[in-house]
Each structure stands twice: as C-alpha cells, then as structure tokens.
C-alpha cells in the first residue's frame, strides 16, 4: 500500500488490516517505560498510529481525541508513535492529555509490524486508526492517504460507539 507526504508517494511495510481481520499482538512501551501488549488492554478499543507527537496535525488529532473521549465513557484510546516516552510523556504533559494513552514503537516495531503502518522510505509511522472490539476485532481499519491530513473523526467514534 502506498500512502503520501506533501504528493510523494511512500510505501507502507507489512499487511494492512482491515474490518474482519483479528488484531494481532504487540509490545510497545508505556511512558514509564512498562510495556503494554494487546493482552493489557480490554473491551472496545481505539489505536491510532502518529508520525511524531511534536507535529501540528498529530498535535491536532491526538487533543481531539483526548477532548472527545467522554463521548465514549467505555472505550479506551491509544496512540502509537516512535517517539521516545519520555517526549511522550513530555507532550502528554504540555498538552494537558490524560485521557489518551501514548505508547512508544520505538524498541520493537512489533506494532508497526503487526498494523503495516512502517513507512519504509521515513522508518516512522503512518497516520492510521483502527477500531477494535472487545473479541479482538477489527471493526475499522483507516490508513490516511495523505499523511498531513487528520482522520476520519466520526467514522472512528462511530465504529467504537457501535462495536
């Protein structure tokens, strides 16, 4: 799959999920360095994957997240980027963001591996969602064409509300 930056064309590595698909597992690193697995977490579920925090559109979507997650008192979001923690923890701080988790790619790429959202020409992540229900589902899968582009905010909060 092929997404852009700024009309340029880049290469996503791995197989990209989509609606049906099982979520596959992953290690990432939590801010405190503790990590985090598919098997922590439970119920309906929202990951996002982000080039870097320190970005304006990841900014921009990761705060409305954060803002709009009290419309889903049920649903937990996870963002995923290569940042290191502690920036993220940093960002997560200077932001004022405590409803979004933020988890590091940065030692494994087993999220990256098991989502297809390496940017294999950048070696960062792609602007991607996906929507996973409490069985481990794949209910929404969106890989955002044009990487400085936000995503699909309603469709995202519509599939949790109804997974």
Same mark, same amino acid.
Request: glycine share 8%; charged share 20%.
């Given at each position: 799959?092929? &997404?852009?930056?700024?009309?340029?064309?880049?290469?996503?590595? *791995?197989? %990209?999920? %989509?609606?049906?698909?099982?979520?596959?597992?992953?290690?990432?690193?939590?801010?405190?360095?503790?990590?985090? @697995?598919?098997?922590?977490?439970? *119920? !309906?579920?929202?990951?996002? #994957?982000?080039?870097? /925090?320190?970005?304006? #559109?990841?900014?921009?979507? &990761?705060?409305?997240?954060?803002?709009?997650?009290?419309?889903?008192?049920?649903?937990?979001?996870? #963002? &995923?980027? /290569?940042?290191?923690?502690?920036? %993220?923890?940093?960002?997560?701080?200077?932001? *004022?963001?405590?409803? !979004?988790? @933020?988890?590091?790619?940065?030692?494994?790429?087993?999220? +990256?591996? +098991?989502?297809?959202?390496?940017?294999?020409? /950048?070696? /960062?992540?792609?602007?991607?969602?996906?929507?996973?229900?409490?069985?481990?589902?794949?209910?929404?899968?969106?890989? !955002?064409?044009?990487?400085?582009?936000?995503?699909?905010?309603?469709?995202?909060?519509?599939?949790?509300?109804?997974?």
């Amino acid at each position: 799959m092929t &997404v852009t930056f700024k009309g340029n064309h880049l290469t996503l590595s *791995g197989t %990209q999920l %989509q609606a049906g698909d099982t979520f596959k597992d992953f290690a990432v690193a939590k801010n405190d360095l503790s990590p985090l @697995t598919l098997g922590d977490t439970s *119920g !309906v579920r929202i990951f996002l #994957t982000v080039p870097s /925090l320190d970005t304006p #559109t990841c900014d921009t979507e &990761v705060r409305e997240f954060n803002k709009r997650a009290g419309e889903l008192p049920n649903v937990s979001i996870c #963002t &995923v980027s /290569l940042d290191l923690p502690f920036a %993220q923890a940093r960002w997560c701080g200077a932001a *004022g963001v405590a409803s !979004v988790i @933020t988890a590091s790619d940065y030692k494994d790429r087993s999220f +990256a591996e +098991a989502t297809g959202t390496m940017i294999k020409e /950048l070696g /960062l992540l792609t602007r991607a969602a996906f929507v996973v229900d409490a069985s481990g589902k794949v209910v929404y899968a969106e890989y !955002v064409a044009e990487i400085t582009e936000e995503p699909n905010y309603e469709a995202i909060l519509g599939a949790a509300k109804n997974a």
